[in-house]
Each structure stands twice: as structure tokens, then as C-alpha cells.
């Protein structure tokens, strides 16, 4: 049973960052297709960066400079990686794992694409 749980929300500052961290368990794959989504307040969830098996990225424009996305495939993980934080980007944030994807327009990719989710984490932003 795969699982994934997300860490390092919390409430930072306008202007602060943070590092959010996905530990995948349950798999030895390490060739998912891996994306970071987020929901905010009356919001759809939606994509914000994304990671390929063979470590290709992609980015939502509204990230794009902001946001690096990254993985290690030794400790089966995945981060993001945000800086110069806005109130706007206050959200809950979720990764996703999906066995079958090879790429995605994460700005507009349909979340039901991913088969595996982990329950979020809260990253609030104060100005």
C-alpha cells in the first residue's frame, strides 16, 4: 500500500520560506510521477509543480522563479522548496504520486490523474 505524508507546513511571515517534504513508503518504485498540489480557502485544488520519474519539472506560472520542486530517489522523497512567500499562497498542500503519468501541464492537470495522495499540510502565510 503506498503511502504518502507531507511535512514542514506551518506559519511563516510575508516574505519567509519554507520547505515542505513527501515521504513516500510502501513502494520500492522510485520512478512515480510525483506533484505537489495546493487548496486554498474556497479554492479547487490545484497543481503547482511537478516531478517526472526521469527528473523532469514543471511548474504552474504562478510559481515559476518561487518554487523549486525536487526529489531523492534514495530516500524516496519528494520537496518543494518556496521561497519569498505571499499571503495568497496560503493553502493546504498536498503531494500526489501516480504510477502511469509521464508528463502533465501541472497548472491544468485534472488532480483525479493521480492515484496516490497524501493528506496535506497547512502552510499559512501572514503579512
Known amino acids: 500500500q503506498v503511502r504518502l505524508v507531507e511535512s514542514g507546513g506551518g506559519s511563516v511571515q510575508s516574505g519567509g520560506s519554507l520547505t515542505l517534504s513527501c515521504s513516500v513508503t510502501g513502494s520500492t518504485d522510485r520512478g512515480y510521477f510525483m506533484a505537489w498540489f495546493r487548496q486554498r480557502p474556497g479554492k479547487e485544488r490545484e497543481g503547482v509543480a511537478a516531478?517526472?520519474?526521469?527528473?523532469?519539472?514543471t511548474y504552474a506560472d504562478s510559481v515559476k522563479g518561487r518554487f523549486t520542486v525536487s526529489r531523492d530517489t534514495v530516500k524516496n522523497t519528494l520537496y518543494l522548496q518556496m521561497n519569498s512567500l505571499k499571503p495568497e499562497i496560503t493553502a493546504v498542500y498536498y503531494c500526489?504520486?501516480?504510477?502511469?503519468?509521464?508528463?502533465?501541464?501541472?497548472?491544468?492537470?485534472?488532480?483525479?490523474?493521480?492515484?496516490?495522495w497524501g493528506e496535506g499540510t497547512q502552510v499559512t502565510v501572514s503579512s
Open positions: 500526489a504520486a501516480d504510477s502511469t503519468l509521464l508528463s502533465v501541464v501541472i497548472g491544468t492537470v485534472d488532480p483525479s490523474n493521480f492515484e496516490f
Open positions: 516531478v517526472s520519474g526521469d527528473g523532469s519539472k
